[in-house]
């Protein structure tokens, strides 16, 4: 029974503690955390600024290493192994969007879509890469440079680009901040109509109370603690 | 803004701004202290020069002759308008009591020498007691200190007893000559009990003249006088400068490189600041300040950081010239008196300025490019270097004064000009590849691989930023090639002038029924001593073709050395074995009633003769001529016995000579010359090791400096190109870090770094290697009248080292994403 429900585990927290030394100081970013996510789960985290939120989520992307504590992902413990086998697990596994879009200035839309599947070595990429612009409707804009989107068009092209190569999982930092009423909703139906058609885990940190209604979990942080 | 409240703004701007200011303060700093000491030490040793050349000459003007007085009749003629005061010179050795001896300059003067300048002797009264108290010397320090003498011990001259009575400090009238020999001083009276006839003593007969007032003229029977020469301040001022012009002339090259290069640099650190900055300049923008209110800023912080770097870079060379080793200058006479000049500073200040302007202004201008509207958008604008029609002409006129200026201030300013002409020339042709790279990287498409494919994206995206770095790397590398081969080629000559096959001694003055001692004499010092005795007449060349030569040559001939003044020559049976043959027939030795020469090819090229065109000489006052048979290649520099002019034998040697001779001794050290010179007083020696040794010292100096100051150019070159690289690998940090957060390894980032890096270096690296070697040819063949060669080590060390500053500055500016954390860098900005 304890087999089969490890093999449904996508994450699992265990004894987490964060540190930051700055100037002298210690500053405890994340205390104690312990949780599991599983797999096709959609899960939301939440709290006040500065709470510990974005930092949570870059450990859980294998782009930061926690003081203790590990990170299991598909089993597999993130705070053990090296860069490159995270890099690689990131590459393949993991999808990530960001409250600033953080799009390849100098690429179109559409270069920006292929690039996770040519890093990836997936054929036909441009073919499909025009697939998933024509689903979120950006189709008339492939050919355009971020710098010509509107933010709404930006991070719809951001999780076209995290969805492109079939992640395991979708990081999105706060991907609703930066955008209108209108936008917010386009953005949130997205990512959620996204993650139960591909069966991709879905795990974002926001303060956009609808897009948490529509997640299955919430994991409340305050000063860096889960709060129940 | 008002203006309180803008200089407070300024100021605050100064104090945030001054790491970077720091970085970019170094490299132009360190390219104003080199152009402010060559612009100092030119100015002074020019000043001084000038200056002093009256005293060097030792009068308002000097008349000499060789071997023969001036006619008394004409003496007392001049008397009437001049004060004359008569030195004789000649070469002789001086022996002390415990048989050690020395070659020296003997300098015979009257009681009215000097005229002009301060003779500083010791003790202060010797002079005096010199020209009142017969058979006395004065010797010099080198002198007194090879020969341990002391005040009041006697010295052999010539086998007369000479009583030393004291030590020559300085003399005023050097003339350019002395440079490395020793000089001894006797009175007139003695030197009549000299018996000084032959021809190996050179003796020269020279009158210092000054005006009894401004308005006296030499009379119109000097024209009577075919063999006097006649020197004025101007010659001496000329002859000295043109012995460092190409000294003075490879510090200027060097200079002008620097400050080039310092205007590279501050052009990229300025595009690289901007760059930077777009985010803070538009935020200022929104906030109201105008791009002229921020040009002005920026323009105004420059010019403050230029005008404070210019003066820190003059005060710097001052004290560092002050500090230097002067013994470098001192064989001229000449005694830095460094002192600070409004004159100076300002021309420092001048170009400085100018250089700013012609490199930053096109940079400042891409302020207007950057818009309020990218605060909205979240993006930078891609700053691109447009120059407009309005730019470009601004630009060519600040060229063009600028290569006016630097030019008319030069030794040498049309070999200058085309220095520039030819960095304009290879501007353009950077700017050209960097254009035709654009054209290429267009033109492939449906590249698979994911390097190539980022690699060859961002080549084209960066395209303007990367026809700068084309551009400052090609003109920048060009220019260090260029550097390291001039320099490499100046090193050599200066070490190929010390022969290893140079003789140890020259004995002059051997008469012909003395060879058979002298050779003896030498074989009793070192038996296997390799002896070279040739016979040597004086004469000097009356016609050419039947044409006086000095009304057919010009004086800026390089040969013209060859028809001024008394020439040695000698005579062979065969063709000297350092001497072949280039053009021409070897002689017939049986032909005797013809005069046949052979002359060096050098000076029959420059002075355009033939074989076959005819040479009168003036031989002992008869008037001789003879064909031009053949030339030979002569190469003076081997220290060995050369002669410009040889004569076929059957012929020369009716006339009567004497004889010279080379030696080279085993063991240089261990000669005693004691006896030999007890046996044959009357012969004279130089030795030649000993002349080696100074000239060692003295290039070795000059090597030392040159090696320095082309380095520390080439230092600052490559720190200007690796500030060029980081701009590139700045601006490349935001789209690298994403792409690591999308999962590109490090080592994938880093082989798309080594990938675009070569694709935009390599070609640069070549084009510039093949530029600098033709135009190094051009230059050093042509003006520096110099054999050019090259050593690829030379080449091969910049391009390895410029490699390693590649990657290292490649390293640094990725540093952030290579071994930080990606995602917290990008949210914290």
């Not at chain 2, 000499?64 to 004409?74: G, P, Q």
């Not at chain 2, 007194?144 to 400090?169: A, D, H, R, Y």
């Amino acid at each position: 029974m304890n087999k089969r429900l490890e093999m449904k585990n996508l994450y699992k927290l265990d004894n987490i503690h964060l540190n930051y030394h700055v100037n002298g100081n210690d500053i405890k970013v994340l205390k104690n955390i312990n949780f599991v996510i599983n797999k096709n789960e959609r899960v939301a985290i939440i709290g006040e600024s500065g709470s510990g939120k974005t930092s949570l989520l870059m450990l859980m992307s294998g782009l930061e290493k926690p003081t203790t504590g590990s990170i299991f992902f598909n089993n597999e413990n993130l705070s053990k192994i090296s860069e490159e086998k995270v890099t690689q697990i990131r590459r393949k596994k993991i999808g990530l969007i960001f409250q600033q879009f953080y799009l390849l200035p100098n690429y179109t839309s559409l270069e920006n879509v292929m690039f996770p599947m040519q890093i990836n070595n997936i054929k036909n990429e441009k073919k499909k890469a025009n697939l998933i612009l024509s689903d979120i409707g950006l189709a008339h804009r492939k050919n355009n440079l971020p710098s010509e989107l509107s933010g709404g068009e930006q991070q719809r092209v951001a999780i076209a680009r995290a969805i492109s190569f079939n992640p395991e999982v979708i990081l999105a930092d706060e991907p609703t901040g930066n955008l209108d009423e209108k936008n917010t909703e386009l953005v949130s139906d997205l990512l959620i109509n996204y993650s139960f058609k591909k069966k991709i885990s879905l795990i974002l940190v926001t303060h956009n109370m609808g897009l948490v209604k529509k997640c299955d979990r919430v994991i409340k942080l305050f000063d860096g603690s889960i709060k129940v | 803004m008002n203006f309180p409240k803008y200089f407070q703004f300024f100021i605050k701007e100064l104090n945030k701004n001054r790491s970077k200011i720091t970085k970019v303060f170094f490299t132009i700093f360190v390219s104003l202290l080199i152009f402010s000491s060559v612009v100092i030490l030119e100015n002074n040793i020019e000043g001084e020069i000038k200056n002093n050349s009256r005293v060097l000459l030792g009068g308002d003007l000097e008349l000499s002759t060789k071997n023969e007085a001036l006619d008394l009749n004409f003496l007392n003629e001049l008397k009437e308008n001049f004060l004359i005061t008569e030195v004789i010179e000649f070469s002789s050795i001086i022996r002390a009591e415990n048989e050690k001896n020395k070659a020296t300059r003997i300098k015979v003067i009257d009681n009215f020498y000097p005229l002009v300048g301060r003779a500083i002797v010791e003790p202060p009264g010797s002079l005096k007691t010199l020209k009142t108290k017969p058979n006395t010397i004065l010797i010099d320090k080198t002198s007194q200190k090879n020969l341990g003498l002391k005040l009041g011990e006697i010295i052999k001259l010539q086998n007369t007893p000479f009583e030393v009575i004291g030590v020559i400090k300085s003399l005023p009238d050097i003339g350019g000559f002395f440079v490395f020999g020793d000089q001894a001083l006797i009175h007139k009276s003695s030197f009549r009990d000299l018996k000084i006839n032959n021809l190996g003593s050179f003796v020269g007969f020279k009158y210092k003249l000054v005006k009894a007032d401004n308005n006296k003229k030499l009379p119109s029977s000097i024209s009577k006088y075919k063999n006097l020469e006649i020197k004025y301040p101007e010659d001496v001022s000329q002859n000295l400068k043109k012995a460092i012009e190409n000294f003075i002339y490879f510090l200027s090259i060097i200079s002008a490189s620097a400050i080039i290069i310092s205007g590279i640099g501050l052009k990229n650190a300025l595009f690289s600041f901007l760059s930077n900055n777009q985010l803070k300049i538009a935020i200022l923008k929104s906030l109201g300040l105008s791009s002229q209110n921020i040009k002005a800023l920026y323009y105004s912080q420059t010019l403050l950081v230029l005008i404070f770097c210019s003066l820190c870079a003059y005060i710097s060379s001052l004290v560092l010239i002050s500090f230097i080793d002067q013994s470098l200058l001192n064989f001229l006479k000449i005694e830095l008196k460094v002192k600070f000049r409004i004159y100076e500073y300002l021309i420092i200040q001048f170009f400085s300025i100018l250089i700013f302007f012609m490199f930053s202004k096109p940079v400042l201008d891409v302020i207007d490019q950057i818009k309020v509207a990218d605060l909205f958008r979240n993006f930078d604008t891609h700053l691109n270097l447009n120059y407009s029609r309005r730019s470009i002409l601004e630009i060519s006129t600040l060229v063009l004064i600028f290569i006016f200026s630097f030019c008319i201030l030069n030794v040498k300013p049309q070999q200058t000009a085309i220095f520039f002409l030819f960095f304009i020339v290879i501007s353009f042709f950077y700017f050209f590849l960097s254009k035709f790279y654009i054209v290429i990287l267009n033109k492939i498409k449906n590249v698979k691989n994911i390097f190539f494919k980022i690699g060859i994206k961002n080549l084209r995206v960066y395209s303007s930023l990367n026809s700068t770095i084309i551009m400052t790397m090609g003109v920048g590398m060009t220019v260090l090639f260029f550097l390291g081969i001039l320099s490499s080629n100046i090193n050599k000559e200066l070490n190929s002038s010390i022969p290893e096959n140079a003789p140890h001694y020259f004995f002059l003055g051997i008469q012909k029924n003395e060879i058979n001692l002298f050779s003896q004499q030498i074989r009793q010092i070192d038996f296997q001593a390799k002896q070279i005795i040739v016979p040597m007449i004086s004469a000097r060349i009356e016609t050419i073709n039947n044409k006086k030569p000095k009304e057919i040559i010009d004086e800026k001939n390089k040969s013209f050395w060859f028809i001024n003044g008394e020439r040695r020559i000698s005579w062979s049976k065969e063709p000297p074995s350092n001497n072949p043959l280039v053009k021409g027939n070897w002689w017939n030795s049986d032909q005797s009633n013809t005069l046949e020469l052979s002359l060096d090819h050098k000076v029959a090229n420059d002075l355009k003769l033939e074989i076959g065109d005819s040479i009168t000489f003036n031989i002992y006052g008869n008037s001789v001529s003879g064909i031009i048979k053949n030339f030979r290649k002569v190469d003076y520099r081997d220290l060995n016995i050369n002669f410009a002019i040889l004569f076929n034998p059957e012929y020369a040697s009716k006339i009567p000579h004497e004889f010279m001779s080379t030696v080279k001794f085993k063991n240089d050290d261990a000669v005693n010359l004691g006896n030999l010179l007890k046996k044959l007083p009357a012969i004279n020696y130089i030795k030649l090791s000993d002349y080696i040794k100074k000239t060692k010292n003295f290039l070795n100096k000059l090597l030392i400096v040159s090696i320095l100051i082309s380095g520390l150019v080439i230092l600052i070159g490559f720190i200007v190109i690796s500030n060029a690289v980081s701009v590139i690998g700045n601006l490349k940090v935001y789209q690298n870090l994403v792409l690591r957060i999308l999962g590109f390894e490090k080592s994938n980032i880093m082989k798309l770094i080594i990938f675009e890096s070569l694709i935009l270096f390599l070609p640069v690296i070549i084009s510039s290697l093949l530029i600098s070697i033709t135009f190094s040819y051009f230059f050093i063949s042509s003006f520096f009248n110099i054999d050019w060669y090259f050593n690829f080590s030379v080449p091969l060390i910049i391009s390895i080292f410029f490699l390693f500053v590649l990657v290292v500055t490649l390293l640094l500016s990725n540093r952030k994403y290579i071994n930080f954390n990606a995602y917290s860098l990008l949210k914290n900005g």
